[in-house]
């Protein structure tokens, strides 16, 4: 493609948005709250809670270190990023209509089409589906529509997704300190799931006579009393103290209030557990309703000089891209999590779906970032930090992140204080665009790795 100049690309995106609107009339309660104006991405706003602050020059600087390895590469399709819709339908679909790979039929929100631009493109769901709410089945309900109309779907597994997948599939394994707290440490956050499974599935019904006592079904779901003690000896291989201690905090936490949460949403620990139950065989049978949602996961995935995963790197992954590849990455994911589940989500693979650079977490190291860039990656796209004033540019250890998630969940969005649906998307074209589209921003932000030039 012809380099373009800054004024050049801004006026061929706001061309671009302006097709989105014109082709998409009936959706004006999505499209009314949506910026239909572009800016130059500014790279050195704090943002929310004033983190993070990066001078341009900095940024430039980092833009041309990896460029030393390879130029820009783009993807030949459309991709429409879709980050942490925490078990909100409404806000899911409303992003899909922003993306312009959607239209909506009729009332119903599950009634929707693909669109010319959305046959073309690759929809990228960042993780984190579930919790938080309104409900987390509607939000699976709705992410099969996608996948049914015949759309190229690559979804990703965040950290609150593979929470319920530990915690169910650890019931089956045999009790041993490395994976029996993966149930409790689910926490109070996957009470409205099992709730939603409850009324759906097994409300009005006698609980069947293969549920245990109460005491039983408690002890079967809770780590013994001694896991505190027998916990820090099996993970201080592969943990950092840091990490170690912070694990245990959190365990305590959710040890000493999982019960009385249960209690105070109406649950026995033997409705509890004949719930965990009805999960396992919805998610984790072949035949189950949700089995799919598991099946087609995948921890990243790559386009051109774009790297997708739900958080971050450290430099053991970003070794295993440069040597192997990222379909090398994707095959450990679903190696350790059907073998290993202590490996996989105390290691580097679940290192990518829970990292803030954190000291707790795996580091990430001037030479991992030059790994990663020397397999020609110059951008990671990931969710899990949310954001409140649209998508953000940020350098992390000289890596440019695009952070994506624009708080879509309306108990997030109430909590931080945001009105209305949540809806928001992150636009990488093949016409080297890459667009920050959310409600809670004025503007479409507008990305060019030349725009910052020193």
Known sequence: MKMMSQQQHLKHSQRFIETLVSKHKTQQSVWQHLPTTTE????????????????????????????????WTWPKRPIFFIADPHADAEAFVHSLVASGGIKITNQALL??????LGREATFIIGGDCLDKGPSNLALLDALKRLFDTGA???LLAGNHDMRLYMGIYAMSLPRHPSTEHFFVRMGEKVIPLLSEV????????KLPKSIPDEASCKEALFPRADWFEQFPQHAKTLMTHAGIKRELRKMQRKYDHFEAACKKAGFSMQDVYATAMK???LFLHPKGDYAWFFKRMQLSYRRGSFLFLHAGLDDEISKVIEQEGVAKLNK??????????FQFYYGSLANTMRTKYRDSDLPLSGKG???????????????????????????????????SDVTLDRHSRHKEGLEGVG????????????????????????????????
């Not at 809670?49 to 041309?64: I, L, R, T, Y």
């Not at 450990?332 to 589940?341: A, E, I, S, Y």
């Open 369 to 403: 970032v030059k790994q990663i860039n020397r397999k020609g990656i110059h951008a990671l796209v990931q969710g899990h930090i949310n954001r409140k004033h649209g998508q953000r540019l940020v350098l992390k250890h000289g890596l440019l992140h695009v952070e």
């Open 332 to 341: 450990q994911f679903r190696q350790q999590m059907k073998n290993d589940l």
């Open 111 to 116: 009634e929707f089409t693909l669109t010319r």
């Open 423 to 454: 809806a928001g998307v992150t636009i990488i074209h093949p016409d080297q665009q890459l667009i920050g589209l959310s409600i809670d921003y004025p503007f479409a932000k507008v990305f060019h790795p030349h725009f910052y030039k020193i």
């Open 198 to 205: 409850h009324q759906r599935y097994l409300k009005g019904k």
């Open 40 to 71: 130059c991405w500014n790279v050195s706003e704090a943002h929310s809670g004033q983190k993070a602050h990066q001078d341009e020059a900095s940024f430039a600087k980092a833009m041309k270190t990896a460029e030393q390895y390879s130029k």
């Open 279 to 281: 999960c396992r065989q």
């Open 152 to 154: 190229r779907v690559k």
